[in-house]
């Protein structure tokens, strides 16, 4: 695949992706839609990759200046539908405006975004909660103790109907 330049891999529930065995003349890679929690870059070195799709994965945090070492002509890096933390993206857009590195495709700039109840708003650039947030978390408690009142609620009704059978 030496002479590969546009590689499409998203859609693919990917967890983690080796970049190391990527040929080194690969323009365009996207791996959006996946489920990428990290993005490990040791090791790797794609110099005339100007454009990285990571939108719509569980990535939490960017590694920018590993990124910029291993990808030095980048461009384009959409970002958005991760779990990063807001302060985690709103640093990301930050270094990346600081790089001239675009962090959005076209029409997601051009006018007002407005983004799901489960996700934040950074630079007209919609985000994730985190699953680990303080209402998801809450939400999760209070399901679980819905869930054990219901079961206990269904065994005392078995328990009592079987007394009852017996006479």
């Given at each position: ?95 990346l405006?600081r ?11 051009d006018?007002?975004?407005e ?20 209402r ?6 209070f ?22 059978m017996?006479?």
């Amino acid at each position: 695949m030496d002479n590969l330049t546009h590689l499409y891999l998203g859609d693919n529930h990917f967890e983690t992706i080796d970049l190391r065995p990527l040929p080194k003349g690969l323009a365009v890679l996207r791996v959006l839609r996946n489920e990428l929690r990290e993005l490990s870059l040791a090791g790797v070195t794609l110099p005339a990759l100007t454009e990285l799709d990571l939108e719509s994965n569980a990535l939490a945090t960017l590694d920018l200046a590993a990124l910029f070492t291993a990808l030095p002509a980048l461009r384009l890096l959409p970002i958005a539908y991760n779990t990063f933390p807001k302060e985690e993206a709103e640093r990301i857009i930050a270094d990346l405006r600081r790089h001239n590195v675009t962090f959005y495709l076209g029409a997601e700039q051009d006018g007002e975004v407005e983004c799901d109840q489960d996700e934040y708003l950074v630079d007209n650039l919609c985000f994730a909660d985190s699953m680990l947030s303080g209402r998801s978390f809450w939400k999760a408690l209070f399901l679980i103790v819905v869930a054990v009142v219901v079961v206990t609620v269904f065994a005392v009704s078995v328990r009592w109907i079987w007394y009852q059978m017996r006479y």
